[in-house]
């Protein structure tokens, strides 16, 4: 189940393997902590239409980053400059939301590996997961109060305070908190958690019980949870236009571009 050893180009690339029923995605851009570009959201949404119509033959999925560093470390921020108003950001936050949609529908078992940072849309794809494995060095958060001054839609809200409880998810938003592996694994967010040279055990470990149960169960009962967490959401619009139109937001990506401090002004 290991990485399989291959440098993607700048771009970086989402790779899918097949073997014995189980599916392999991999996020491979490890020189930018596998920061998600437009061509690999295209590259991840491509693969889950995939593995949605393969539901007989495919019976889990896994999910890991490149490089031993990162799960998926948000964004990439360059792809922000160009934005030039909230509209931007309704646009922005609908794509992102239709492919975290695609990734919670999959009919399998699914499981994000996580090793080193998960943090932003790298937090919303392993949240999507169904269940999540780390080693004790994983990092967990959304801290764009500190970095972009930007914000989160209305369904990614509703899934991290499924996952996590609303406490510890206004500590990511509002404090700018990162969770560590430990506190993670206490809110029951993480199924297991393990040392970096035995999580290809655990994870084979956790495919086999995966795929030795009824599959029509799992797949109703995911089903079923998932038109829970995101039952009647409110729409979040306004929200999100205030955020993504904001001086703030361009002063955030400006300054996490330059690499200096952000200078808010909350407006």
Known sequence: MANEPRTAGADGEVRLS??????????????????????????????????????????????????????????????????????????????????????????????????????????????????????????????????????????????????????????????GEVLDAHEALASGFLHRLCEADAIDAEVAAWCAAATALAPLTQQVSKEGLRRLAVHALPDGDDLVRRCYGSADFKEGVAAFMAGRPAQWQGR
């Not at 073997?19 to 491979?28: K, M, S």
């Not at 920061?35 to 033959?57: F, G, K, N, P, V």
């Not at 794509?95 to 949609?101: C, H, K, L, N, S």
Request: hydrophobic share 50%.
């Open 18 to 175: 097949l073997r014995d029923g189980i599916a392999a995605l991999v996020f491979d851009r490890p020189a930018a902590r596998n920061a998600m570009t437009w061509s690999m959201y295209e590259q991840l949404a491509a693969h889950c239409e995939r593995l949605a119509s393969m539901a007989r033959e495919v019976r889990a999925v896994t999910m890991r980053g490149a490089g031993g560093k990162a799960f998926v470390a948000g964004t990439d921020i360059a792809q922000f400059a160009g934005f030039q108003g909230g509209d931007d950001g309704i646009s922005y936050e609908r794509r992102i939301d239709a492919g975290i949609a695609q990734l919670a529908s999959l009919p399998m078992p699914t499981l994000a590996v996580v090793d080193g940072w998960a943090v932003g849309g790298g937090l919303a794809i392993a949240t999507a997961c169904d269940f999540r494995i780390a080693t004790p060095q994983a990092k967990f958060g959304v801290p764009i109060a500190r970095t972009l001054g930007n914000c989160l839609s209305i369904a990614n809200l509703a899934r991290l305070r499924d996952a996590f409880g609303t406490q510890r998810t206004k500590r990511m938003l509002m404090l």
